[in-house]
T-cell receptor
């Protein structure tokens, strides 16, 4: 069975500082990996995903994540955060041949302070 | 633009009431899901459906049932609401048989008094 661990429940950071949100997963088979973002009072929306190919994936708003198979990690990074990045971020994993289910982590709440 | 809508953003019900949460997607997706979201627990799958009239239990189905009479609509039913079902409920949909990106609705925050 797959599982996802987000190592930090809350991450406070000052505006324009770099940030890393950590995610580790466990699986005995190959996986798809996702980061979703949830802004206040909204549903989740996809930020970026790794399906195959290049291990470094990027989003349109400056986030990136790197799939590290040996460390079973998929950490999310941004070199300079904005106030508008304040949100909850969820790491998720699914198994390509495992049907429809996606397993979500507990979430990391990012607070960006002025 | 793809869209998943949920019938209510906020709902307040009393213990023992029957509660219906409705979800509609306009993307012609085969698969639909109901999750509940609680602080520190992330999203937990209640039920999902991969076709009309088909349903599968997720990780926490107890106290819930679902209905999918039309492809675009997936309903979550709380047969007899209890206070421990106070939560945020999220509906999502996906295309195809592989678990790629999920498209989420805005959520329904349910309070059971």
């Amino acid at each position: 069975a797959q599982s996802v661990t987000q190592l930090d429940s809350q991450v406070p950071v000052f505006e324009e500082a770099p940030v890393e949100l950590r995610c580790n997963y466990s699986s005995s088979v190959s996986v798809y990996l996702f980061w979703y973002v949830q802004y206040p009072n909204q549903g989740l929306q996809l930020l970026l995903k790794y399906l195959s190919g290049s291990t470094l994936v990027e989003s349109i708003n400056g986030f990136e994540a790197e799939f590290n198979k040996s460390q079973t990690s998929f950490h999310l990074r941004k070199p300079s955060v904005h106030i508008s990045d304040t949100a909850e971020y969820f790491c998720a994993v699914s198994v390509p041949e495992g049907g429809f289910k996606t397993i979500f982590g507990a979430g990391t709440r990012l607070f960006v302070k002025a | 633009d793809v869209k998943v809508t949920q019938s209510s953003r906020y709902l307040v019900k009393r213990t023992g009431e029957k509660v219906f949460l409705e979800c509609v997607q306009d993307m012609d997706h085969e698969n639909m899901f109901w999750y509940r979201q609680d602080p520190g627990l992330g999203l937990r799958l209640i039920y999902f459906s991969y076709d009309v009239k088909m349903k599968e239990k997720g990780d926490i189905p107890e106290g819930y049932s679902v209905s999918r009479e039309k492809k675009e609509r997936f309903s979550l039913i709380l047969e007899s609401a209890s206070t421990n079902q106070t939560s945020m409920y999220l509906c999502a949909s996906t295309q195809g048989w592989r678990a790629h990106e999920q498209f989420f609705g805005p959520g329904t925050r349910l309070t059971v008094l």
